[in-house]
């Protein structure tokens, strides 16, 4: 388990209101996962989780509860965002979880503006 940062639960109360704590983590199951499912992605990205968690350009709900796509863009050659997939953790999960990332990969400004079209959006940086 490795600790990523901290969330501000200002910002990510438009997941759920329930949130336990603000400390982040993404365990070795979940590093193994986004390299094996997005191997390109995670050396650029791992970096930058921090600033993408504590400054995120938007919120998307996600089909899973207490979790979150937290996007945010990235100023790479390619000009792309970064989503990643953050699980709240609330006081129905055991005692002394913490706030996880579930995956994280680039998606296009084309990807972005799908979502925008075709999901809720729960947060909008101004």
Same mark, same amino acid.
């Given at each position: 388990?490795? =600790?990523?940062?901290?969330?501000? !639960? #200002?910002? @990510?109360?438009?997941?759920?209101?329930?949130?336990?704590? #603000?400390?982040?983590?993404?365990?070795?199951? %979940?590093?193994?996962?986004?390299?094996?499912?997005?191997?390109?992605? @995670?050396?650029?990205? $791992?970096?930058? =989780?921090?600033?993408?968690?504590?400054?995120p350009d938007y919120i998307?709900? #996600?089909k899973h509860p207490n979790?979150? =796509?937290?996007?945010?863009?990235?100023?790479?050659?390619?000009? %792309?965002? $970064? %989503? $990643?997939? =953050?699980?709240?953790?609330?006081?129905? #999960?055991?005692?002394? @979880?913490?706030? !996880?990332?579930?995956s994280c990969w680039e998606?296009?400004?084309?990807?972005?503006?799908?979502?925008?079209?075709?999901?809720?959006?729960?947060?909008?940086?101004?």
């Amino acid at each position: 388990m490795y =600790l990523i940062g901290k969330i501000n !639960s #200002d910002i @990510y109360k438009c997941i759920t209101k329930d949130i336990r704590t #603000d400390e982040v983590i993404i365990t070795g199951n %979940q590093i193994r996962h986004i390299k094996e499912r997005h191997p390109d992605a @995670y050396e650029m990205i $791992v970096e930058y =989780l921090g600033d993408v968690l504590s400054e995120p350009d938007y919120i998307i709900e #996600d089909k899973h509860p207490n979790t979150g =796509l937290v996007i945010k863009r990235l100023w790479t050659s390619e000009g %792309q965002y $970064v %989503q $990643v997939v =953050l699980k709240i953790c609330t006081t129905e #999960d055991e005692p002394g @979880y913490k706030n !996880s990332i579930i995956s994280c990969w680039e998606i296009s400004e084309g990807r972005l503006q799908n979502y925008l079209r075709n999901k809720s959006i729960l947060y909008k940086r101004e």
